[in-house]
């Protein structure tokens, strides 16, 4: 054997071993509402059979993030991964978000995005056509180079050896030279062979990948792959639930002859018309709790869709109030009295969803809502001073309107409004002041929100509603109407979930 058949074998190892020294090194991020891990684990698996790419484990890549501390969600950003691709090799990163459909995000190691692609799921995982072409689709993007069937033949050139001469017929010089041209010339051919194949596979990756990218008519939605210019999905959880304590503050006046409250009082009392009158002093709270849910059952559509959703809350507290009543001969009564208040809502509503930041996006939205409304309050009927106390019963359409302002992760800021479609008291009510009445309310929150452990969070929130009814005609206890106003200040406190 020669040294220069020796020379051309040692080039031709070199030359097929050159693919996998510059093998591209990748790491396959957690993905967002990915249940159990399915569709990272499928994308790693297939990127590992493929022997294209060099595979950071995701225990690797949170250790070398949490060195620049990029911890949790934030570890699975395109910043996190600038961060960390020099210390870890890193040449790209795959992440996204999964529901119905998976959106998948290619970043470079200056976490500038490469290509954003997306996938149909079935029962939360990738079909195995899908997951082939998603595999190859990185590999393509990242510029990583996949085996060729010459390489994998490559063995088996290297292992070629010249025939075994008898010792007794020893060749002369330009013998071996000329045994030695057709295996040398096997070998070039092997290798032009090999560069051909492995750019004919390059060829047919970009191929595949261009008609990804247009969807026929009659393609299959399991065999179409798109490339998606959208980020994370933004949209509502499918349900929502709140349980909270309420400490409530409630204030009562009746006043004959005058359309308020306060237009009476500022009278001097030999010129107030007569007739009884009654004060709810709100000077004790009174606590109970509160129930509320939120149902978006089209949460997972990416269109507008999503927005819809019903909404509905409890609540009851019981009160012991201290009362003033001072009738029309002139006699008073104070006493502390016990009452139940009740609330009830239920309303459709419809909300746009956006997204605040970038390296992880923060959902909030604004909406409308309209629905019906009820309020009762009701007094112990044994309490007389010297008559029984009036209670307040309210049925009424509510129409209104909602915000959600993301800060962080763990604060939201949300309020909303609502007007009262004529709030009237019950006709039994209306009955003892006047012969009819016109009645207006209105209500408004304010609080804070937001997530502490995975899907459950915390809620406070501090709530006002104020109702006013304007009695004319003749009543039972008033002979020319008057007015009654009622008000309720609470503050909300308690924990939510979503799903």
């Given amino acids: 054997m020669s040294f220069k058949f020796l020379g051309r074998l040692l080039g031709l190892a070199m030359l097929l071993g050159s693919a996998g020294a510059h093998a591209q090194r990748v790491v ?22 493929s022997h294209s790419v060099d595979i950071l484990s995701l225990r690797q890549y949170k250790a070398a993030a949490a060195k620049k501390s990029f911890k949790g969600a934030r570890a699975m950003t395109p910043a996190a991964v600038a961060k960390t691709a020099k210390a870890a090799g890193l040449s790209a990163a795959v992440g996204g978000s999964a529901g119905k ?14 290509s954003t692609l997306k996938f149909p799921l079935k029962h939360g995982s990738l079909s195995q056509q899908d997951t082939r072409h998603l595999a190859d689709a990185v590999v393509s993007t990242v510029g990583a180079r ?14 070629v050896e010249p025939p ?26 092997e290798v032009t062979s090999a560069k051909s194949d492995s750019s004919g596979r390059e060829q047919q990756l970009r191929e595949e990948l261009a008609e990804a990218h247009t969807t026929s008519p009659s393609t299959a939605p399991s065999e179409t792959m798109e490339v998606a210019a959208k980020g994370p ?12 304590g309420t400490t409530t503050w409630r204030s009562y006046c009746s006043r004959p002859g005058f359309t308020s409250c306060a237009q009476y009082n500022a009278l001097d009392p030999s010129q107030r018309p007569p007739g009884d009158t009654v004060d709810f002093k709100a000077q004790v709270p009174y606590v109970g709790f509160s129930l509320a849910a939120e149902l978006f059952p089209f949460a997972e559509s990416s269109s507008l869709l999503h927005g819809f959703g019903l909404l509905a809350g409890y609540e009851r507290g019981f009160s ?6 001072v009738t029309s001969a002139g006699t008073t009564g104070n006493r502390q009295v016990y009452a139940a208040d009740q609330a009830l809502t239920a309303l459709a509503a419809f909300r746009y969803f956006f997204a605040l930041g970038q390296e992880e996006p923060l959902v909030g939205y604004a909406g409308i809502h309209g629905g019906f409304g009820t309020r009762r309050f009701d007094v112990d009927s044994s309490a007389s001073v010297p008559q029984p106390l009036p209670g307040s019963h309210r049925n009424y359409p509510v129409v209104g309107i909602d ?3 993301p800060i962080w992760k763990f604060l939201r800021v949300e309020g909303s409004g609502n007007y009262f479609l004529s709030p009237k008291p019950s006709s039994s009510e209306i009955n003892n002041y006047g012969s009819t009445v016109s009645s207006s309310g209105w209500g408004a929150d304010l609080g804070l929100a937001g997530d ?30 008057g007015a009654a106003e009622e008000s309720y200040l609470g503050l909300y406190w308690g924990a939510s979930a979503h799903f």
């Fill in 28 to 49: 396959v991020l957690e993905f967002r509402n990915d249940k159990a891990a399915k569709v990272r684990t499928q994308i790693e698996r297939a990127l590992r059979s």
């Fill in 101 to 114: 459909t998976v959106h998948v995000q290619i970043w470079d190691s200056s976490g500038a995005e490469l």
């Fill in 146 to 159: 996949k085996p060729s069937g010459a390489a994998k033949r490559a063995p088996s050139t290297a292992s």
């Fill in 164 to 189: 075994v001469e008898s010792p007794k017929a020893e060749p002369t010089a330009s013998a071996i030279e000329q045994k030695e041209e057709p295996v040398a010339a096997s070998s070039k051919a």
């Fill in 233 to 244: 999905r933004v949209g509502p959880s499918l349900i929502h639930a709140q349980v909270t």
């Fill in 320 to 325: 012991q109030t201290n009362v003033n009543i």
């Fill in 403 to 405: 915000v959600s302002v």
């Fill in 452 to 481: 502490i452990w995975g899907p459950f969070g915390y809620v406070a929130r501090l709530r006002y509603s104020q109702y006013k009814d304007h009695f004319t005609g003749s009543g039972a206890q008033w002979q020319n109407g």
